[in-house]
C-alpha cells in the first residue's frame, strides 16, 4: 500500500465549476496535511495546510480532513484556466522528520 | 530574496564528473530536504536533515552525497551519475517535525540535471 494516494486522473472540470481533489494516506498517526499545486515545469507551490478534523478555507480553497478515514480532499470553487495544475497532497509522518507526496491529480479546467 | 533558492538551475554534466547542488533558505527554518522529481513520477523524498542532523536517507544510491554545514545550507553532491538519474531535484525547508504544528515545507525553484 502507497503511503499517500491520489487518482493520477486527469480530471477535467468546467470553467466555474467546482473541482474535488482526493487523497488518502496510510500511517493513522499522522498530524499534518498539505496540498500543492505544480504547474509543468515548476516546483510545487503550498496552497492550504490543515492538522485538525474538519474543513479550512482560504479564498476559493477548501482543505477537508477526516483522520477516522484518513481521507483529505481539496474543493475548488469557481474554477478557473489558471488552476490547470498537478495537485499534490502531502503528508507529515507520525515518525521521523519526513513529508511524504501522492503521485498528484491532474486538473484540467475547461473553458 | 526568495525563501528557497536552489542553483544552478540547469545542469547537464556527464557520467564521470563530480558536480554539487546548492540549497539556502531564508526562512529561519530548522528542516532541509532533498527530494527527486523524475518524469512521469511522484516527489521521491532522498534525504532530510532536521537541526542539522541527517534524519532520513531513502535508500539513494552512495553517488548521491548530501551535506548540510548549518540550518540554512543544504548540498547535494554528485558523482559518477547515470543517465537515469536525470531529474529534477528539488529542495525544500520547514521548521523541524515535532518542533511545532506548523511544518510547511516550502520549495526551491529545484535544479533540472541531465546526465550524459
Known amino acids: 500500500q502507497k503511503e499517500v494516494e491520489q487518482n493520477s486522473g486527469p480530471l477535467s472540470v468546467p470553467e466555474g465549476a467546482i473541482a474535488s481533489l482526493n487523497c488518502t494516506y496510510s500511517d493513522r498517526g499522522s498530524q499534518s496535511f498539505f496540498w500543492y499545486r505544480q504547474y509543468s515545469g515548476k516546483s510545487p507551490e503550498l496552497i492550504m495546510s490543515i492538522y485538525s478534523n474538519g474543513d479550512k478555507e482560504d479564498g476559493r480553497f477548501t482543505a477537508q480532513l477526516n483522520k477516522a478515514s484518513q481521507y483529505v480532499s481539496l474543493l475548488i470553487r469557481d474554477s478557473q484556466p489558471s488552476d490547470s495544475a498537478t495537485y499534490l497532497c502531502a503528508v507529515a509522518g507520525s515518525s521521523a522528520s519526513k513529508i511524504i507526496f501522492g503521485s498528484g491529480t491532474r486538473l484540467s479546467i475547461r473553458p | 530574496e526568495t525563501g528557497v533558492t536552489q542553483t544552478p538551475r540547469h545542469l547537464v554534466m556527464g557520467m564521470t564528473n563530480k558536480k554539487s547542488l546548492k540549497c539556502e533558505q531564508h526562512?529561519?527554518?530548522?528542516?532541509m530536504y532533498w527530494y527527486k522529481q523524475s518524469a512521469k513520477k511522484p516527489l521521491e523524498l532522498m534525504f532530510v536533515y532536521s537541526l542539522e542532523e541527517r534524519v532520513e536517507n531513502n535508500s539513494v544510491p552512495s553517488r548521491f552525497s548530501p551535506e548540510c554545514p548549518n540550518s540554512s545550507h543544504l548540498f547535494l553532491h554528485l558523482h559518477t551519475l547515470q543517465p537515469e538519474d536525470s531529474a529534477l531535484y528539488l529542495c525544500?525547508?520547514?521548521?523541524?517535525?515535532?518542533?511545532?504544528?506548523?511544518?510547511?515545507?516550502?520549495f526551491g525553484q529545484g535544479t533540472r540535471l541531465t546526465v550524459v
Open positions: 526562512l529561519g527554518h530548522n528542516a
Open positions: 525544500a525547508s520547514s521548521q523541524a517535525l515535532g518542533s511545532t504544528t506548523r511544518t510547511e515545507a516550502f
